[in-house]
């Protein structure tokens, strides 16, 4: 894998934070800090409001009450729009255009929504599909990659935004068993180089190995978070502790 600059990661900061879909509240009260640079994994049985808490963060969802800062700075003072070029977005499903090349692909957003020339896109897409070893497939249509390329040429479409935050939302959990290694390296290698990542994932491995807090919810709420060492060798909840029991 080409190797590549350092990012800059932002702080965030939860404050508070609930979200209700209609009537039901279906996050209480999280609040959590997220030093720049460091990752957070988000553990939690199916339900628990991880996908939920993402998208409050970077308002695909409105908060009932509370607050995110973003570099100290709360995100509800900015357009929704705006927020979204600054934290980047990675799904279980990427979601790329059908019709453009991996290349294209990159090099959209930059190009029609960030105004660059679209000489200076395509540099920056070529760069960003360099970083995350896909050089050699620019000008393959997604249907011509694996479903692993595909969600790295998804990563690399939301880091050509330059994004201060990156938030994975399952990133690994639609793909075959033999392509999960090759985007959780990638994604530890973002850690390594400085992004501010906030990963929710099933692979527990990972969560272990690279993360510098883990969060365990459960029922819109956080029961648990420190560091990997406690949470997976020193559970205290007994919620945490049936979960860490059925998932390993
Ligand atoms: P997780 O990602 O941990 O599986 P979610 O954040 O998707 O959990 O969901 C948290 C809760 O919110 C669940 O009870 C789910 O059924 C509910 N929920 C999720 N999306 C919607 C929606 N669009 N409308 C109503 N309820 C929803
Ligand atoms: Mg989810």
């Not at 900061?13 to 979200?19: A, G, Q, V």
């Not at 020339?117 to 599909?129: N, V």
Request: proline letters at 5%.
């Amino acid at each position: 894998m080409a190797t590549s600059s350092a990012f800059h990661g932002a702080s965030l900061e939860l404050r508070n934070l609930t979200l209700a879909y209609g009537p039901i509240e279906v996050l209480r009260n999280v609040s959590l800090n997220i030093a720049p640079g460091t990752t957070t994994c988000i553990i939690g049985p199916s339900g628990s409001g991880k996908s939920t808490l993402l998208r409050g963060i970077n308002r695909l969802h409105e908060p009932k009450s509370g607050d995110v800062l973003l570099a100290g700075r709360s995100v509800l003072k900015d357009k929704p729009d705006a927020l979204r070029l600054r934290i980047g977005m990675v799904f279980q499903h990427f979601n790329l255009f059908p019709d453009h090349s991996a290349l294209e692909n990159v090099a959209l957003a930059p190009w029609k929504v960030k105004g660059r020339s679209k000489a200076e896109a395509m540099i920056i897409a070529s760069q960003r599909l360099a970083e995350v070893g896909l050089a050699q497939r620019a000008n393959h249509r997604p249907r011509d990659l694996s479903g692993g390329q595909q969600q790295r040429v998804a990563i690399a479409r939301a880091l050509a935004m330059e994004p201060e935050v990156m938030l994975f939302d399952e990133a690994t959990s639609a793909l075959d068993p033999e392509l999960v290694k090759g985007v959780l390296t990638l994604m530890a290698d973002l850690c390594q180089r400085g992004m501010t990542m906030v990963v929710v994932t099933h692979e527990m491995g990972f969560a272990r190995r690279v993360a510098d807090q883990v969060v365990f919810m459960d029922e819109g709420e956080i029961v648990e978070a420190g560091t990997p060492e406690q949470m997976f060798e020193r559970p205290q909840s007994a919620r945490l502790q049936r979960f860490l029991s059925e998932v390993l």
